[in-house]
């Protein structure tokens, strides 16, 4: 879980701040991303775990500052841990270059 975003992606969509109050539901529950679609868990503040399902099960704390990477499709969930602060960015392939290289 310390990759980085592939090249040639951009950012399409970037959640609102999220707190320990505000998180929806969904995304302290099993939940995936769509075919080709990447992610990005930024941790502002405080900390939470990104659990990603599967065998073997990975966690990974990330504190403020740090960063996680949802892969595509990738089945994951979050626990916040206390006081937190984070936001989700969303990246896809750029659908104007795929279009102009076709």
Do not use: C
């Not at 990477?69 to 795929?98: A, C, D, S």
Request: charged residues 30%.
């Amino acid at each position: 879980m310390s990759e980085n975003i592939p090249e040639g992606l951009v950012k399409y969509f970037e959640s609102k701040i999220f707190t320990e109050k505000t998180v929806p539901e969904k995304l302290l529950t099993l939940h995936d991303t769509k075919p080709g679609v990447w992610a990005r868990i930024v941790v502002l503040e405080g900390s939470l775990d990104y659990v990603v399902t599967g065998a073997p099960e990975r966690n990974r704390r990330l504190d403020t500052g740090d960063v996680g990477i949802i892969r595509p499709t990738e089945p994951h969930r979050v626990e916040l841990l206390g006081m937190v602060r984070f936001q989700v960015e969303f990246y896809r392939p750029n659908k104007t270059w795929e279009i102009a290289e076709q």
